[in-house]
């Protein structure tokens, strides 16, 4: 069971700032260390999974379709055309043959009644919306906005909830920090201490050593 039961990332209320020399200072150290070791920054962690590629599928119906833009993009549609709903001219007669006579007539006036068929039901719908939209679009109009309202005053109230919480935590996290303050401060200065202490070790083992060696020379000669 580990002593330590909290964990800090970051001690923002506490750390000493650190200036924009001594950020670049550490991260050119960071850098020449990794590429010491052989590190290549730009490759990805091995622990890290690699991306998947995805390949969209369409169905063939689709894929007909683009093969068709493909082949002529000039045939691309670029909305309803309603030319077919507006032409409702009736075919021109030659007077002198019945039109009845002739299949090509016929056919003319079939598809213009086709078209006008289509033109007055469309008109028609259009009618029937415009009556619904007059009877009750200002009812709907003001119970969607009223629904509105309510969705939006309750996201307004989660928002401030919210920052209730974030400022919750950050009191907390100032108050926690700034508790153990001078802990961390009697610890730093303990450690700076101790790694004073050992470099001062080495630096006079080192002129022992230099001493012994010196003495033997002499000794020697």
């Known amino acids: 069971m580990p002593l330590t039961n909290e964990s800090y990332d970051s001690l923002?209320?506490?750390?000493?700032?650190?200036?924009?020399?001594?950020?670049?200072?550490?991260?050119?150290?960071?850098?020449?260390?990794?590429?010491?070791?052989?590190?290549?920054?730009?490759?990805?962690?091995?622990?890290?999974?690699?991306?998947?590629?995805?390949?969209?599928?369409?169905?063939?119906?689709?894929?007909?379709?683009h093969a068709r833009l493909d082949a002529n993009p000039a045939s691309r549609l670029s909305g309803i055309d309603v030319k077919r709903y507006e032409d409702l001219d009736a075919p021109e007669s030659t007077g002198a043959v019945a039109d009845e006579d002739r299949p090509a007539a016929v056919q003319q006036w079939n598809r213009a009644l086709t078209q006008a068929h289509t033109s007055a039901e469309y008109v028609q719908g259009r009618l029937t919306q415009l009556?619904?939209?007059?009877?009750?679009?200002?009812?709907?109009?003001?119970?969607?906005?009223?629904?509105?309202?309510?969705?939006?005053?309750?996201?307004?109230?989660?928002l401030v909830d919210v920052r209730g919480q974030h400022d919750d935590v950050a009191t907390l996290r100032r108050t926690q920090q700034e508790a153990v303050l001078g802990e961390i401060k009697t610890l730093e200065h303990t450690w700076k201490q101790g790694l004073g202490r050992v470099l001062e070790t080495e630096v006079a083992a080192e002129a022992l050593k230099q001493q012994i060696l010196d003495r033997r020379r002499a000794g020697a000669v």
């Open 12 to 65: 923002p209320y506490v750390d000493t700032h650190v200036d924009d020399a001594g950020l670049a200072a550490a991260r050119a150290a960071i850098l020449a260390d990794l590429s010491t070791a052989g590190v290549n920054t730009a490759d990805l962690h091995p622990a890290l999974a690699p991306a998947a590629q995805y390949t969209p599928r369409f169905s063939d119906l689709v894929e007909r379709e």
């Open 131 to 158: 009556g619904l939209l007059e009877k009750f679009g200002k009812n709907a109009w003001l119970v969607g906005n009223a629904q509105l309202e309510d969705l939006l005053r309750g996201l307004e109230a989660d």
